[in-house]
């Protein structure tokens, strides 16, 4: 059946949001401090929704809540630091709410050199691996036939090594190369969305990625004319921060998509993305990958807390 949505690449979010009320509603978002992030908050705020704004620093959530008014509430949350994404579930988790989107939007910048945590890859641990387990600790909160997760993914997961994933290669040290990884990271995030919308069919609750667009800057007075002229072509193509945050304002609250899951997006309708996005196999076992991941860590960081707790009793 052929999805009709009035809107496009040029749409903005607060465009595809206009006349949508969502007062009671109760929405989540990482990378609240970052352009998108940001923008979609804002968005959805000024339509009546109350949003938690998460950021890797209590100090940028809060600016940028601030911004946004009394309707944002801001959360730390660094999605590299596993003590800092339970300490937000336990926080969201308290207060009782049913959540009615989820937005894991947040974005690890792309390193030059090789990094890692926990023995993992930095953009993979904070892109994929740090939304998998935040996600996956609020999933009770988010209702059931209505609720929706919207993964912000990026056109870079077609960038990847032919196995789409490189489970042998996840801390890096086989291999090493920065836009690789950040696209391997990304595609994870969409396999990510791919399979939690097989999982939470039952629960009729919506799942899908999207890539948000390619950013545009300004033309540069100082460049040569026949480079302006370039410029000015390509900024046809390119997108300001209101319409790269549409696609996901859209999939968060819009009544446009209802009932549509396990898509990926760009430009506010259904795309094709990287053809792994396919695999089901593939998404199946990026998910046991990404469990046992987490348990590693949870139960590393367990640990940790328990031998300091026996050290700080004893000197105590």
């Not at 809540?65 to 509430?73: K, L």
């Not at 690789?180 to 799942?207: H, N, P, W």
């Not at 898509?263 to 199946?284: F, I, M, R, T």
Request: glycine share 8%; net charge positive; hydrophobic share 45%.
């Amino acid at each position: 059946m052929a999805i009709s949505i009035p809107h496009g690449a040029r749409s903005t979010a607060n465009q595809v949001l206009a006349g949508v009320d969502l007062n009671r509603k109760w929405i989540l978002i990482t990378g609240c401090d970052e352009e998108i992030g940001f923008e979609t908050m804002n968005a959805l705020a000024a339509n009546g929704a109350h949003v938690f704004g998460l950021a890797t620093s209590l100090a940028g959530a809060k600016s940028a809540c601030d911004q946004v008014g009394p309707r944002a509430t801001p959360v730390e949350c660094d999605l590299a630091d596993f003590d800092s994404v339970t300490a937000a579930a336990q926080m969201i988790r308290r207060l009782h709410v049913s959540l009615d989107a989820i937005i894991a939007n947040a974005e690890a910048a792309i390193p030059p050199t090789l990094r890692t945590r926990y023995g993992i890859e930095l953009q993979f641990l904070a892109n994929h691996i740090g939304h998998f387990a935040l996600v996956n600790q609020l999933l009770e909160l988010v209702r059931n036939g209505s609720g929706r997760i919207v993964v912000v993914s990026s056109s870079a997961s077609v960038q990847t090594p032919a196995e789409g994933i490189m489970f042998d290669n996840l801390d890096g040290y086989r291999f090493y190369d920065p836009d690789t990884f950040y696209g391997q990271s990304k595609l994870a995030m969409a396999l990510y969305a791919k399979e939690l919308s097989r999982r939470l069919r039952r629960r009729a609750i919506a799942v899908n990625s999207l890539h948000a667009g390619a950013k545009g800057t300004g033309t540069r007075k100082e460049l040569f004319p026949s480079l302006r002229v370039l410029r000015s072509t390509v900024q046809q193509f390119l997108k300001s921060v209101g319409q790269r945050a549409a696609t996901a304002a859209l999939l968060a609250a819009s009544p446009c998509v209802t009932g549509i899951t396990g898509e990926y997006w760009s430009d506010c309708q259904v795309a094709k993305g990287s053809p792994l996005l396919n695999d089901g196999e593939l998404a199946k076992r990026l998910w046991e990958a990404s469990v046992q991941i987490v348990q590693r860590i949870m139960n590393a960081t367990r640990s940790t807390a328990s031998v300091s707790s026996r050290r700080e009793a004893i000197e105590g």
